[in-house]
């Protein structure tokens, strides 16, 4: 399964989602990897910490490779860019600052596909794919979205988040029309949640009402995720009877019920 975690609107915590689900995978016993598509690299940092180096191989220079920069003696496999973090079957593509500096040429020689064909290939190693996406629409969200079985939207309850839900959901039918037919939404993360505030529990029941697939499971918002970040340890080893992280457990579990 290759899922995507994708919105448009930062700060919703795409990347702390993505992480804390494929190290839940990987702690199941899972062969898990995540593939880091954002120049920010905050899942780069947060799964590998000091062992994080912008100039080791990456996926800027898996694409780097498709645009035909010359990159070592002789080409890359895939594989090559498999990075293993520290937790027992959990692997990582690391992400690099030079994707924004590549993006233009990409778009340019219209390299969407590349991502697809290798993280199919990667799927036949690999147990769960996690893609972790950048805050916009462009080509590494659609790279990733050609890529996907299924989408994970994180979302924040407020009014902002909301508008850009709309224009989410339109992208995502397009892209779905257009290149990748057999892409389906997963479902809505609530993130950051507060069910004693009114607002919050007013606009995800509004959310569900509307028909939205919007999962059981909310994530509360707690300083032991910005912990978890400093210490760069995912949740269900940092603090794996925590509140937040149980909720977690039971948002991954919800997941693969089916």
Not at 17 to 32: C, P
Not at 152 to 174: H, K, Q, W
Not at 212 to 230: D, G, I, T, W, Y
């Amino acid at each position: 399964m290759i899922r995507v975690v994708f919105n448009q609107k930062g700060g919703v915590g795409k990347s702390s989602i993505a992480a804390n689900l494929a190290a839940i995978s990987a702690r199941r016993d899972k062969k898990t990897l995540i593939v880091d598509i954002d120049p920010q690299c905050n899942a780069s940092h947060y799964l590998l910490g000091d062992r994080f180096k912008p100039t080791d191989l990456s996926v800027a220079d898996f694409f780097k490779q498709h645009l035909g920069f010359k990159l070592g003696s002789s080409p890359y496999a895939v594989n090559d860019y498999v990075t293993a973090s520290a937790y027992k079957n959990l692997y990582i593509i690391q992400s690099s600052p030079e994707l924004a500096d590549i993006q233009s040429k990409l778009e340019s020689k219209y390299k969407i596909y590349k991502l697809r064909d290798a993280l199919r290939e990667l799927s036949k190693s690999f147990d769960a794919i996690y893609i972790d996406t950048p805050p916009a629409f462009n080509i590494y969200t659609l790279s990733a979205l050609i890529a996907a079985h299924s989408c994970l939207i994180p979302f924040d309850c407020d009014a902002f988040s909301r508008s850009a839900l709309y224009a989410l959901m339109e992208n995502l039918e397009e892209t779905r029309g257009d290149h990748n037919e057999g892409l389906r939404v997963e479902g809505i993360v609530v993130n950051q949640y507060m069910p004693r505030a009114s607002q919050p529990t007013r606009i995800v029941a509004e959310l569900i009402e509307e028909g939205l697939p919007v999962f059981n499971a909310k994530l509360s918002s707690s300083v032991k995720m910005r912990e978890s970040h400093e210490r760069s340890i995912p949740l269900i080893h940092f603090a794996p009877n925590h509140k937040l992280t149980q909720e977690y457990v039971a948002l991954f579990d919800e997941l693969n019920a089916a």
